[in-house]
């Protein structure tokens, strides 16, 4: 897939979540296009998506909820979703400090993996960070992942 593709996925993506999240829709955006990244290009896909405003600036002490509600929306949309949503809640702890708001199924240097964005924050902050995390999906392995304040 070339970067002019990839771009354009992306800026799909991002508009339908500012669609739904102004639509009261889900604060949570799933993808299976087959898509094929390098890490810059994830790096990439995490500078450029941004938390749904029902999340974004919100207070810590509201994450654990705002989890559980992203983790029930990616179970119902059953597949990938689902399978996505268990692997979350078998391979990442709830803190109380994040809640997804991104996760894809693709292929990131030649490896099938779960791309997952979350919104974060200190504990007794607001959530105003971001955080990406590429887990092998065979392994469950972190492939990458960094953190935007």
Known sequence: MGVRAIATSLATVLLVSLFLAGCGGPDVTFVSEGASYSLEQVEALHLS??????????????????RRDALVELRSRGGEAAELAEFITRSLTDTGRSVPYY??????????????????????????????????????????SSSNR
């Not at 974004?56 to 994450?63: F, G, L, N, Q, Y």
């Not at 979350?118 to 392995?141: H, Y």
């Open 49 to 66: 998506a941004t938390p749904p405003d029902s999340i974004r600036d919100e207070p810590v002490s509201t994450a654990s909820e705002r």
């Open 103 to 144: 996760g894809e199924a693709a292929v990131v240097e030649d490896t099938s993996a779960w791309i997952l964005l979350e919104a974060w924050g200190p504990e007794g902050g607001i959530m105003d960070s971001t955080r990406l995390w590429v887990f092998d999906r065979g392994s469950g392995a972190v492939l990458y």
